[in-house]
């Protein structure tokens, strides 16, 4: 049960981060709560994932060796238009928020995140995929998701 009571969504999940232990722990918390992830560590390898791999949602650094996160969700929603992106960092910023609203991207989190937060956000996304929130017209009109933040410290 999710912490509102409900049943939480099975749903499928890609992890980008170049942390293994990132991976590891993200990949561990969702797994145990039904949900099917992969992981990757490069932008390269979560490109290479999309192919055999449909996943609801990503979740995926701003910083990865090969890639910027932000633009690498924008690749990945353009093979898969109904992927709900999530972009995680260290290394956030105004100008960055700014950048993840322009693109709209489904959420975005400040590391370190409560994973209860992490949990609920990427639930939500699920839910919303199953919903059709997914589908590039409606998202490209919804806003995108800050949690832990103050809707004005956007």
């Not at 929603?77 to 960055?96: E, F, K, N, Q, V």
């Amino acid at each position: 049960m999710s912490p509102t009571g409900e049943t939480p969504p099975c749903g499928r999940i890609l992890v980008v981060d170049d942390q293994e232990n990132m991976c590891w722990v993200l990949s561990r918390l969702l797994s145990e709560r039904g949900h099917e992830v992969r992981t990757a560590q490069r932008g390269v390898r979560a490109l290479e994932a999309l192919a055999d791999f449909d996943c609801q949602v990503a979740v995926v650094d701003y910083r990865l060796p090969d890639a910027n996160g932000i633009a690498l969700l924008i690749e990945m929603t353009a093979r898969r238009p109904r992927l709900l992106p999530i972009l995680m960092t260290s290394y956030g910023s105004d100008a960055l928020r700014q950048r993840v609203v322009k693109a709209r991207l489904f959420a975005y989190l400040d590391k370190p995140f409560r994973n209860d937060l992490m949990i609920e956000t990427v639930e939500a996304g699920v839910r919303a995929w199953e919903a059709g929130a997914g589908a590039a017209p409606a998202r490209a009109t919804s806003q995108t998701l800050f949690p832990g933040r103050t809707p004005t410290s956007t």
